[in-house]
């Protein structure tokens, strides 16, 4: 098993482009997440879904949109991205309430 | 509000142990967490403990909750230089979806 897979690892953008974040997970696990990681933070969650066909705002999720393909795929989209949005993006699934499995990470800059 | 605090740093010598301490605010959290995350890594969870329980032993890993205080440790015996990582303590508060509120995470370093 892979667990919870992200691509891409790195990426830099200009301000204004715009990108799409992949995440993958072969658990079968019903509930993915969207967190971003910011120097001297914890993680922030960004958008969630619970199940297929469903998603829902977390903490920030202003310049970003979810999109739940599949019960196992969850991308993440910055439609114009600023710098502010320079950050570590992780996703992460669980069964329901239980423990939360995360992915490696994208390193994202945006000058 | 819901809020998770932790002190940023901790240096310890090989072979000593390691306390983290974390505090949080949501009374009705349900489950406590510590993640580990070493260097360019996503964060693995180390363990966690149940809200109603007042201890957790894990081999090297002990973890201690004060739920009147809203205070939790995790103690490390015998740190390893491998033990070298950022800890984030993260708390599950109660009803609705499976949230997690991390705190903004503690950087051990472990020297010989």
């Known amino acids: 098993n892979a667990g919870v897979t992200q691509t891409p690892k790195f990426q830099v953008l200009k301000t204004g482009q715009s990108m799409t974040l992949q995440c993958a997970q072969d658990?079968?696990?019903?509930?993915m997440y969207w967190y971003r990681q910011d120097p001297g933070m914890g993680l922030r969650l960004i958008y969630y879904?619970?199940?297929?066909?469903?998603?829902d705002k977390g903490e920030v999720p202003n310049g970003y949109n979810v999109s739940r393909l599949n019960k196992r795929e969850f991308s993440l989209r910055l439609e114009s991205a600023a710098p502010s949005q320079t950050s570590v993006y992780f996703c992460?699934?669980?069964?329901?309430?239980?423990?939360?499995?995360f992915g490696p990470g994208t390193r994202l800059t945006v000058l | 509000g819901e809020d998770v605090e932790q002190s940023l740093f901790l240096s310890v010598r090989e072979g000593d142990s390691s306390v983290i301490n974390c505090t949080y605010t949501?009374?009705?959290?349900?489950?406590l967490y510590w993640y580990k995350q070493e260097p360019g890594a996503g964060l693995q969870l180390l363990t966690y403990?149940?809200?109603?329980?007042d201890m957790k032993q894990d081999q090297r890993l002990t973890v201690l909750l004060n739920k009147k205080d809203k205070h939790l440790s995790l103690r490390i015996a015998d740190t390893q230089t491998g033990d070298s990582a950022i800890y984030f303590c993260?708390?599950?508060?109660?009803?609705?979806?499976?949230?997690?509120?991390f705190g903004a995470g503690t950087r051990l370093a472990v020297h010989p």
């Open positions: 993260a708390e599950r508060p109660g009803g609705g979806y499976n949230k997690l509120i």
């Open positions: 658990m079968n696990h019903n509930s």
């Open positions: 879904s619970a199940s297929e066909g469903t998603t």
């Open positions: 949501d009374s009705s959290s349900t489950y």
């Open positions: 403990i149940f809200s109603n329980m």
């Open positions: 992460a699934s669980s069964e329901r309430d239980n423990e939360q499995f």
